[in-house]
Every structure is written in structure tokens, then in C-alpha cells.
């Protein structure tokens, strides 16, 4: 089996494309994946990219790819038109299909958001065959609905009274990703009844595990002549669990296949032999255009001994001059390469117009990185993810003549880039947005946990809920826990945190290599806090680290308002890395005294 990345045209965007092929495919079907919206998207990227190579190991081709204005793809949210480009983008996807793989027929597999807007493509005449609709609602006002509902839950974890003056874009904020007023009119209006007549059109309907389906959208389904059928859509929950705890829904993709071999059964007159794969050469490149100023974007991959480096490479356009130093955008925990809501992206591109490159990354396990199925917490802190990043730096030092470089990371991404900048000069700033450790410790989640149950219980009214009962069970067995804890540690006092000599091994290495590191805390976070308790904030021999705290915004800067926060603060400290790197060369440092100093 062989995966094809490149980006295809849909009107006036580019979009990217994932196209995996087995060596021996057969039938003369393909299928399409029509992805979620914004945080069910992020989530279920990784089990849907393992769904995908499910079915082509079944000698199906698998297509997936980013919608306009999403991932990878270029546009934004707010641009005008973008439930149709949505739409157009499904027809123009399945014709990239058909070209690259050689079938003749296109069946689409849609979930959520996914799923409508497929539906959608095919009742207006697309040159589309079978359906599949995983968690479909048979309108796009019961969709919003839903989405809204999981919006107002997440909000309650940010209310510090800051958001009302922070001017809130107009439309909807579900999970961080925004529907502009006008898209957003367009969902609310999508209605599936009655629906135009498609007689004779295969469609799977998959619940969302035990969930049923829609039953309304069943009937005009049905009214429309489709022959449907009706699954279980097993592992859905879990397909859209945390990033790095999302598991793929192998049951569903099992569902799926049978799905498809039912329809594969030999037809008189029809043509059944397997495709033909045309020679068709990588598409790597594609031009972003924004207010007359574009940023050129390619794949950038590379054989490992572990398996494929993969990543997305912005460059300026030749017009424009390039500076001496690349950023390096690192994975939010599991979250893909376009970096949390998307933020990554919009980083890059903005940089790449000031002539400053950057390679959003995936490592190992990580969105189209070779890996695990799942990775897990642990997965996340191991000591191969920064010999990892230290491949890619080797690599572009070669591919693009750039000697020094910037990581911007947030949670284990931070402590990747605080580890790269503790190893190498070559690492001139890290930008750490709310780390989580500094030293991987799988104690250390369990500690804060009891800190916050013991904290929670200082006061007498806590002791007379415990006594009432009022306390649940799970409480008092960590409370228990935690004075064990400090029973065996003799004298009473909580646990270190922080390594004490390993910290200040670091600090010294970080002077040494004059890297400039800034320290992003929002309100809350446990390691800020365990800094300032263990007297273990930058010493003050450490003249260019600093510690920027800011009010709370979730852990991955969740909001809009967050958002524009976390752009300003990255687009400062990377304009101070910028000059002083300037001045430390006009200062008389040669190349030659460089590469001394990284040997």
C-alpha cells in the first residue's frame, strides 16, 4: 500500500489531499472521506486516517482531505460563499479521485458535518455513486444545534469575565473553530425534506454507537427511491475521544467494507476489472493568496529509520526576500500539524509573507506521521520525539541553507522545544505555550490530582460535608492517599515537582547556548504554579528567559479571544528573536565561529 499526498484546485482554493492506494486494487470504486467540523475534526483525524487505510488494505482507494478554509486547505472561516465552496469541494475531490486512482465510481463517506454536506453534493447531481452518513441529522439546523450545545458546555471552563471585552467575532464559537454569520444561515436552512428523487442510490446509515439514527432523514431517504441500509456505527465515541487517546473505529470500518463489497458483485455489462493507477506525479506545491501576498506551501517528507518524516513546508513567494532562520511548529499533544483551532496555519503563512519560512510537523504517531494507532499521555514525553525534531532540523538546514531556528510548541510540543533548545545552539528561541512538564514523571498527573483534593478540603464547611456524606467516596480515597504520601516522605512535605539538579542543568545549558526562551502560562496552569511553590522560575544568570502569564484560556487557548491573544504574543517574542539574532551577527559572530559553537 502506497500513500499520495498532494493539493488539488476546488474554484479558488487549494486543498490538500491523502490518497491511499494498494498495490493490487480491485473493483472500480473509490471512496471519499468528507471530514467533521473543527474539534470533532481535530479529534477524529488520526482514527479516521487509520479508517482509510483500513478499507484500501481491502483493496479499496481511499481519498481524504481537507474542506476550504480548514486544515491545511487555504481561505479562512470568514470567507464569503464557503458553504458552497464546501460543497463544489466534494465534486472537485472525487474528480482528484477518479484521476489519481484510476476508478470510475466514487462512493463518499461523510461523518457529522461531513455527512450533510455530501448528502447535499449528491441531491444537487454530483457525479457521485454510494452514500455512507456516519451521526447525519436530517437538517443542518438539528447539526447547529448539537454543536452549539457542546459550545456553551466548554465555555463555562473560561469564564473569567474577560470575554465580553475582548469583542467576539460574529456567528457561532463551537470548541474554539468559528461559523461566519453567512455560513452559518446556510446550515440553518439545509433541509433534507423532501429530498430530489434518486432511485435505486445506495446509502449506509451509521449510528453514533447506540445513538440511533435519524429517523426523519431515514424516511426521505427513502422517499427519494435510496436503498438504504442501516448499521451500527460501533466506536464512534471513541474515534472522537482526546487526540491522543482517539481510537479508530475498526468495527465501523469493517461495517463499511462489507458495505462496499455488496456493492462489487459482478453486473452483466458492467465493467468490473480493477482500475488502471495513471502515472500521475506529486502535485507538492500550492499557492495561497491573501490581500495580493502569497505564501507557497509544499509537503515536505523524509525517509527515517522510524518511517516517514512528514510535514508542511511555507516558504515566501521568490518576490520576496527570506531571512536566515526557520520556525518550527510542533504538535499540540496528538493534534495534527496545523497546531491547536488551526493556529499553526494561520501562523505560518503570515510569517512566510515577511519572508520567514516554517515546517508545521508531525512526530511519530502524530496526524500523518507513521506511529501507533494511539499514543497516549506517556507516548507524548518520550526522549525519541526531540532526537525526532533534530532529524528535521539536520534536513532543512540542507534543504533550505537556514543555520538557525525557532520552536514554537504548546503542552508536550513546549516540552519538545524546550529540550530541543537545552541540546542545540542551533535552537536561537522556543516559544512554550502552557507546558505541562519539564521531565516526563507518570506520577506527576496523580500528585496534582491529590493536591487539588486536599486544597479542596482545607476549609472547616469541606470537613462537615465530608462528615454529612456529601464528599464522594473517590475523594477520600485520594485524601487518604495523599497524607500516605507524605506520611513516607518523613517530615511531612509534599513531593518535588520539579527536579531540583536536573533543572538547574537545564538553565545552564540554556545560558550557555544564548537561546532565548518565553514561557506562556494561561491562569491555572499546574506547572506555572509548581514553579513559583519550588522556587524554580528562570534564575536571573538566565537573561533571555522570561514567563508571560495571561488570564485563562483553557489549556490549548481554546477561545477566539485566546486565539488573537496567543497570535500577538508568538508574532512578538518572534520578532525579538528576529532582531537580537540580527545584532548578535552584526556583532561580529562569523559562520565559521558558529559551527564551532553547535560542533
Known sequence: MKTLHRWFRS?????????????????????????????????SYRPLRFLAKTLAASGIPVMRFDLP???DSSGSALDSGLFEAWVQSIDDAA????????????AVTGIRLGALLALTAAARGSNLQDLILWGATASGRAMLRELRAFGNMERLEYGNGDTAASGPLPGVEIGGFLIAPETQHSLETLVFSPL?????????????????????????????????????????AAMMGLPHEAIPPFAAARTIVEFMNARNVPVAGASNSPPTMPLVAPAHKALHEDAGLGAIESIYTLDTPSGALFGVLTESTPDLPSTECCVLFLNAGAVRHTGPNRMWVEAARRWAKRGVPSLRLDLQGIGERDGDETLG??????????????IAIDSLRSHLGVRRFVAVGLCSGAFWAFHAAVRSPGIVGAILLNPRLFFWDPEVDRRRLLRRTVKGLSEWGDWCRLARGEVPLDSIKQVARIALDRMQTGDGSRPM???????????????????????????????????????QLPPETCSRVQCIRVANGGHT????????????????????????????????????EWAASEA
Open 497 to 535: 515537582q520539579i527536579p531540583r539538579e536536573r533543572m538547574a542543568e537545564a538553565w545552564a545549558a540554556i545560558e550557555r547556548n544564548r537561546n532565548r526562551m518565553t514561557f506562556i502560562f494561561t491562569e491555572g496552569e499546574p506547572l506555572l504554579r509548581e514553579m513559583e511553590e519550588e522556587g
Open 95 to 106: 474528480t482528484e479521485l477518479r484521476a489519481t486512482s484510476g476508478v470510475e465510481d466514487v
Open 557 to 592: 487557548f481554546r477561545p477566539l479571544w485566546a486565539q488573537r491573544l496567543a497570535h500577538e504574543l508568538i508574532d512578538r517574542e518572534l520578532h525579538a528573536v528576529l532582531r537580537e539574532n540580527q545584532a548578535d551577527r552584526s556583532q561580529g559572530a562569523s559562520e565559521t
Open 69 to 71: 478554509g480548514t486544515g
Open 196 to 236: 430530489p428523487d434518486m432511485p435505486g442510490r445506495r446509502v449506509l446509515l451509521l449510528s453514533r454507537d447506540d445513538l440511533a439514527v435519524d429517523a426523519r432523514l431515514n424516511r426521505a431517504l427513502q422517499s427519494a427511491g435510496c436503498v438504504v441500509e442501516i448499521a451500527n456505527g460501533s466506536g464512534y
Open 11 to 43: 474554484g479558488a482554493y487549494s486543498l490538500p489531499s491523502h490518497i491511499d492506494v494498494a498495490e493490487t486494487p480491485r473493483g472500480n470504486v473509490g471512496v471519499l472521506i468528507v471530514p467533521p467540523f473543527g474539534w470533532e475534526d481535530v479529534c
Open 377 to 390: 499521555t506517556e507516548g507524548l514525553y518520550q526522549e525519541h520525539m526531540v532526537d525526532r525534531l533534530q
